[in-house]
């Protein structure tokens, strides 16, 4: 890994636009432009690509830490002229307030085993019998981890909350779907249903009257009675 690739994964993870990159640089005591910003977070094979130098990494460590934690009184620390991994490591642990027990953790949480020791070995002089090299391994997994948990979500400048949003009125009645053995039938909630009547279709015609019926015979049903031998009576032959 190269500091780019540091630079290039912290400002993806915690959502970092040029503005708040150049404050970031500013708080630890880098003036910086967006050009140059831009030409760091180039892809490797641009050709506006430019390689992030170590003092510049460091102060953007340092202005991370102040920004995660709040920048401490009196003059900015002073930015490293040469970076490894394990002082980038040990300034990403400072700005995240992670103790060794949750930095271990959070790398297992992307499949990626380091006990206290080797941990602790990292943080050591270089002149001390236990120092360890940070490969990059480790340092490319703890990003990883880092953006897993930390991960700032985009948001976009046109949605809106639609609490501010006027509502589309629709001035067509509302419509209520109802279903009947897989079919839709859509019925008006609004509309008063017409009361019930037994053997009635809803658009049966009404009953027809004649006006020259008497009153007094309008209750009443003019019955045609036949005897049953006038129903099976043979038919008279001519002769």
């Not at 030409?39 to 641009?46: A, G, N, T, Y």
């Not at 090299?133 to 976009?156: F, G, M, P, W």
């Not at 008063?192 to 809803?202: I, L, M």
Request: aromatic share 8%; proline share 4%; with cysteine.
């Amino acid at each position: 890994m190269n500091n780019n690739d540091v630079l290039r994964r912290l400002r993806y993870t915690f959502n970092y636009n040029d503005k708040q990159m150049i404050a970031v640089f500013a708080s630890a005591g880098l003036q910086v432009s967006r050009e140059q910003v831009s030409q760091w977070l180039k892809k490797d094979d641009d050709t506006d690509f430019v390689n992030c130098m170590d003092s510049q990494l460091a102060y953007f460590l340092n202005g991370f830490i102040n920004e995660k934690r709040g920048k401490k009184e009196g003059p900015n620390s002073v930015a490293e002229k040469r970076l490894t991994n394990n002082i980038v490591l040990t300034k990403l642990k400072i700005a995240l307030n992670l103790k060794a027990e949750e930095l271990i953790e959070l790398l297992e949480t992307v499949n990626f085993r380091l006990n206290k020791p080797e941990l602790s070995a990292f943080s050591r002089r270089t002149d001390h019998q236990h120092y360890r090299e940070c490969k990059d391994q480790v340092l490319r997994n703890l990003l990883q981890a880092i953006d897993k948990k930390y991960h700032v979500a985009r948001t976009s400048k046109f949605v809106k909350d639609s609490v501010d949003m006027p509502k589309k009125t629709d001035h067509k009645t509302p419509v209520h779907k109802t279903t009947y053995k897989g079919k839709d039938k859509a019925q008006n909630i609004n509309q008063k249903e017409e009361p019930y009547v037994e053997g009635a279709r809803p658009n049966a015609s009404a009953i027809y009257v004649n006006p020259k019926q008497s009153a007094e015979n309008k209750n009443s049903r003019s019955v045609l009675k036949l005897k049953p031998e006038d129903i099976y009576k043979q038919p008279s032959k001519k002769s």
